[in-house]
């Protein structure tokens, strides 16, 4: 069985999609069949709550269309948006590519960090690792805005140093689907590990899938809640 | 100043938004004025994340509206659906029923209970409770649902009669706006506080809306985030 | 009804407890009646868990001599001397500053620092944050004195500067009841939230007596227990 | 050096300091020198916060009185009342029979419970818990005052049976200085450790003072705060 | 490229190495290449630290001269044993089945359960949790020896019954690699996902390889310190 | 009773043996008796998980042939190398000094600071401190080799001070048995108390020895299970 993975960009940005797909597909070789869609009607970048709020209809459209065509999907967007409401909808597995990454992260190395694109959503991902119970995991989330350099690879590169060398981080995480193939880049200057979170997702994804196992429907992602008698 | 507050109650059930307005202008008295309304185009329950992302782009459009008709705002559903957006998009306080209750709670006695209405969404209000960090002050989360009873309030008496003896509860939280009105023939049988989260709210909302104190928009809930060029 | 509630300032300071009393009265307008008491046999500035001590005797007859002509009571000191006690021996609410103004810090933003008067109780209000089990919220205490100005605002500017750039703090909680009225002075210049604790417990405690909800009197605050056979 | 060590019993009952002498003294042997004293002023048994306040002048007396003539003190009772006091004003090791025993009992196995006298003081004893940052080791709090037996000793045993069995506690901790001399006839029937807290006190009192280290004076508990000017 | 993992059973169980060998082949299919060795020198089951300390050597051994001919490595033995010194020694993934199957159990629902085979090692277990910084997500430790049954997958089933309705576990995870190929039988009868460990270690190592990431050798895993200069 | 103590060094260095069995009998006085042993087999320096794996068979044996000799064991070494282990396998008390030291750490100030020799095991440090539960009141852990200093003691202060003033520690730990008869020297100049790990072990293990309590044998670390039909 070669799984057919399906990979929602939550954003609407063609170019971002294409980045993306393209990581994906190198990742992928003859393991498994990869699509990647950006969502209609989702705002061009994923930074705010309403852009999360935004990006929902589109999502639920995707994952529903495209529920029989795929053996699972992958949200990929760090911040993970609406994943609770993805878990929830679905028969299929599910991944975000924050809850991929950063749970990998943890096998890896005695704390990680996250790369993350602009200072604004610091906290916003500090409350997403929170909300996944892996804090104490935590080195730090250090925004590639704040730092010097003339392209995002040095850019990020000099926040990946930063953690790795202040914040003692053992693991560097990209925080930004955007960020797709640069990776290997920082690795080889900061001799970390440096995980994207489209591949981590897709490892996820496709083990499940070829595993035959899934989100659980038992209570807080029961989907069939208040529609049985319907 | 008397707070002008809308109470946003999330589902579209009129009947339930009757309840909780009721419920709502016994407490205001002449202190603040309320108005309670429903959310066009929710589902007429709130229980699942399905039932949250449907009843968004409503609830956005009525904090929106009548940002300049209101001092703060009240949303009425225990499982505090859509509330970092809420958070985000307004400039004005914003107060989830949920939030505010087992907050409260948490300042008048060791630890304290929910009373849910089903099984089904006991794991999403524990996950609720460990978003807020408080689930070191939680005995149980309790659904009245599987109590013997001839009706609500009896069950709800079962539910809570079980947490305070069994889990060691000393305070009670209502898990559901629709138990409005239910908070004092709980408390006289059980003699331990019992929580109505909308009265609850009521109180932060019109205290925050007093003092002049609203959502800080310093990065989480930052709104003009890649809007201050437009 | 129009709740009467008592401010008992732990300390003995008369410029203090007027202080305190000018800016609850400003808050309190028509909406509830505030009386402002020093306690007799208390040092003039509390800091030490000596002080706490000291202050416990004359807190108590505030208490129980007040029982019944007040609603409800404020114990306005930010280290929340003797709350336990209070909370015991009272049936009526009673609210400490430092409890009520950080939890409500916590529904304003992501985290919250407090600005102490001197690094001597820094570790003293980080335990006491720890007891109230919201340390995940905290992004630090920072005391003013150690800053550089002429006056106590302009320290307390430079230490909330500090907290909200350094510390990523997205709320700020005045940690001396000797700060009040300094709240809007330095919102104005720091554009985050900043809270007086002394209106934050009168918020709570004016809503709780209007809502007719107290201290739980089962198990941990339980003041019958060995009394009733008396 | 034989370190002399005062044993404070926080209250005022005879017949318990006799039991907590006699069973220090049988320890003891000829390593320490070990006088206990009653407190002057306190209630004949702690149980409330209230109970807490009343000794706390009679225990800086005795403490300030007898700073000269022992080398470390134990407060002998398990709820450590006035702890935060205690170890602030002496320059001398100052050791709680909570802390102690319950510390000492995290090292002997995966987790303790406590036996608690009655029901009344679990969730104090659960905050006390707390405060020492042990909830994690702790694998509940069992009153023995609910259990069948016509003995304190058989009550006790019945509750540390279902603490090893029903809570799979590996260690058991004696809530109540009161249980002294117990502890052997416990083990006897459990097979597994049970701790007296004055004796896990001793240990540690004489100790700290035969290694010359007592309570930092850095900050938290520093006592010469406000007074250096004096 | 097709990665070559090798699947160390830390025992010596030439059955229980056959029975872990035919589950994992019937995953690999042609994804992957596996072997499965059991540890020389090791105990036929592990139960204890003794257990695990005794296999430290043949492990080490098969890790060192296995390293050139393997992309990865899975440690076949739900107590992880020796798993710091596994990750620290090896230059290639190396992953362990307790960790990889508990942490994607976090991603497939609110909590877990895992089903232990004996009461005696509940404990090491929930310190194992613990020590993966996931004890928020565990619902329970359920040990299948004290179920009634006839057969080992009837007790599995009772077990896991017991952890789903009585506590509230939305995902199992299978306690011992002993227990391979019992997953989809628990699944058929209990409707939630029940994870299999090493199937999940193969998906998290074949991904790793495949991406060529490894254990981070900055500081914690670091296995060149105090050799460099040798 | 006078208490004989083994201590066991992990490591094979005679000359480390000497200088924590000196520093250990000028303790002990007359009121145990200490023999300190190397372990064969052992690295001279314990840095590793390696080093842990390697000392673990000279360890096991230390322990099982001094059995009878020995009311109590001390492990000297601050890592605590192979303690779960070590208390498994003996029916006596067995200390570690790094256990020992940091929780008799938390009963003497806010918040403590481990010095430790070199920044590679920072980390190795923190996962241990967390695996006590004791994170909360880790202020730091201060690798003394990165600071400045002509000599141990030098650079030991430096770090010490650091931790003091940046990290707020208010008691340090010295985080290696090779320090041992620094500490002294240290609070001298940073008045702060500073605990030896091998002191604070034998006042816990000659403690327990007088008490007569040792490790609980009551599940997880029993060592008769599937030893009793034997």
Redesign the interface.
């Known amino acids: 069985?070669t799984p057919r993975i399906l990979i929602i960009n939550p954003n609407s940005s063609a170019e971002m999609t294409r980045a993306i797909h393209d990581s994906a597909v190198a990742?992928a070789?003859d393991?498994m069949e990869v699509v990647t869609v950006p969502t209609p009607g989702a705002s061009p970048?994923i930074?705010?709550?309403?852009d999360?709020?935004q990006a929902?209809?589109g999502m639920?459209r995707l994952l529903t269309e495209n529920r029989d065509r795929y053996d699972a999907f992958v949200i990929a967007c760090h911040g993970d948006p609406?994943m609770?409401?993805m878990?929830?909808?679905t028969d299929k597995p599910v991944?975000g590519i924050g809850?991929?990454s950063m749970?990998?992260a943890?096998?890896?190395?005695?704390?990680f960090s996250v790369i993350a694109p602009v200072?604004?959503?610091?906290?916003?991902k500090?409350?997403l690792i929170?909300?996944?119970?892996?804090?104490?995991?935590l080195a730090s989330v250090r925004p590639a805005s704040v730092e010097a350099g003339g392209s995002d690879v040095e850019r990020l590169i000099a926040a990946g140093k930063r953690a790795?060398e202040e914040d003692?981080a053992?693991?560097l995480v990209l925080g930004c689907a955007g960020f797709a193939g640069l990776d290997?880049k920082m690795e080889e200057v900061l001799?970390?590990?440096v995980?994207d979170g489209v591949?981590?997702a897709?490892?996820?994804a496709?083990?499940?899938a070829?595993?035959?196992?899934?989100?659980?429907?038992?209570?807080?992602?029961?989907?069939t809640?208040?529609k049985r008698g319907k």
Do not use: Q, W
């Not at 929170?130 to 995991?137: C, N, S």
């Open positions: 069985m990742f070789g393991t970048f930074a705010t709550y309403e999360h709020a929902a209809p639920v609406n609770d409401l878990k929830e909808i991944v809850e991929a749970k990998l943890t096998m890896l190395g005695h704390s200072e604004r959503t610091v906290p916003n500090k409350a929170d909300k996944y119970g892996i804090t104490r995991d790795v003692m053992e693991v290997k001799h970390v590990p995980l591949i981590c897709l490892i996820v496709s083990g499940l070829r595993y035959g196992v899934s989100i659980s429907k038992k209570r807080r992602y029961d989907n809640f208040g």
